[in-house]
């Protein structure tokens, strides 16, 4: 048991998660850091990602065994803001050997509507150009060590095919093919890479019940009631009865998993974590 305990801490480990700070992400940073691993925040929203940083750095006042972490602000859709966020994280805790992309966005509208590509552009940058960008900024320090995760988040409902959502499909769909490609290249300096498939989350529901063209996770919180995520909920149950909230730290438990070494010996795949969404 001593060895399982030990093959599972992340210490002098370092951790670049990108994405707003939602009760998923949130959950990833706070395992991670509690596995001893270092985690570096990348947002546009540095305010909050900063009040996040400083409760886990105050988690570790109490906790020495914790991981620190640190707020780093970029326009992940720039790639020299990507560039300048990788090397920034990477100088904080003396390299990089994580990266986790939580950068997710959706506009829930059908696709027959006539303004359903007004927003294809930034759908593109959140979805998929910046995750690419950020990997390719990330790889030289994850090979260089010769050891290295690459995560990617998706919803699951993109696999299933859930309506008014086929842009988020087009562009976010394409990671697990990307990663298959992508862990056959890197294999060899040990590096995996792998997409987890999230069920439903609190802040996906908000996207669901949001007006086309909001901005999403990016106004979490500002004005949506408990009653309008219920009824999103209830409008997906339409389509997939058995959908239920996921919890976050379910989620995390798996992340954790696949970036410490027990999670060595698992790359290409794509594996949901969405409690019986079918």
């Known amino acids: 048991?001593?060895?399982?305990?030990?093959?599972?801490?992340?210490?002098?480990?370092?951790?670049?998660?990108?994405?707003?700070?939602?009760?998923?992400?949130?959950?990833?940073?706070?395992?991670?850091?509690?596995?001893?691993?270092?985690?570096?925040?990348?947002?546009?929203?540095?305010?909050?990602?900063?009040?996040?940083?400083?409760q886990l750095m105050n988690n570790r006042e109490i906790h020495e065994r914790h991981g620190r972490a640190v707020a780093i602000q970029a326009d992940l859709s720039k790639s020299h803001h990507v560039q300048d966020a990788a090397s920034r994280a990477a100088e904080s805790f003396g390299g990089l050997d994580i990266y986790i992309d939580g950068l997710m966005t959706s506009d829930v509208r059908e696709f027959r509507d006539p303004q359903s590509l007004e927003d294809l552009d930034r759908m593109m940058d959140v979805n998929l150009r910046s995750p690419l960008m950020m990997t390719h900024a990330v790889l030289k320090f994850l090979e260089g060590r010769k050891r290295g995760r690459v995560i990617y988040l998706q919803h699951d409902v993109v696999r299933l095919g859930l309506e008014k959502n086929g842009i988020l499909a087009a562009t976010r769909g394409g990671l697990p093919d990307f990663t298959r490609v992508l862990a056959r290249e890197v294999a060899s300096?040990?590096?995996?890479?792998?997409?987890?498939?999230?069920?439903?989350?609190?802040?996906?529901?908000?996207?669901?019940?949001?007006?086309?063209?909001?901005?999403?996770?990016?106004?979490?919180?500002?004005?949506?009631?408990?009653?309008?995520?219920?009824?999103?909920?209830?409008?997906?149950?339409?389509?997939?009865?058995?959908?239920?909230?996921?919890?976050?730290?379910?989620?995390?438990?798996?992340?954790?998993?696949?970036?410490?070494?027990?999670?060595?010996?698992?790359?290409?795949?794509?594996?949901?974590?969405?409690?019986?969404?079918?």
Do not use: H, Y
């Not at 801490?9 to 940073?29: D, F, M, V, W, Y």
């Open 189 to 278: 300096n040990n590096v995996t890479v792998n997409v987890v498939a999230l069920g439903i989350s609190e802040e996906f529901l908000i996207q669901q019940s949001s007006p086309p063209g909001a901005p999403g996770t990016r106004g979490i919180g500002a004005a949506t009631s408990q009653t309008s995520i219920n009824e999103a909920l209830q409008a997906l149950r339409q389509s997939f009865p058995r959908a239920t909230m996921i919890e976050p730290d379910r989620v995390s438990n798996l992340v954790a998993f696949l970036a410490s070494p027990l999670g060595a010996g698992i790359t290409g795949q794509t594996i949901s974590v969405n409690q019986g969404l079918i």
């Open 1 to 54: 048991m001593a060895e399982l305990d030990a093959s599972f801490k992340l210490n002098e480990r370092t951790a670049l998660l990108t994405g707003p700070c939602t009760t998923i992400n949130q959950s990833i940073a706070t395992k991670l850091t509690s596995l001893g691993c270092n985690v570096a925040l990348v947002d546009r929203n540095i305010e909050r990602s900063s009040r996040f940083a400083e």
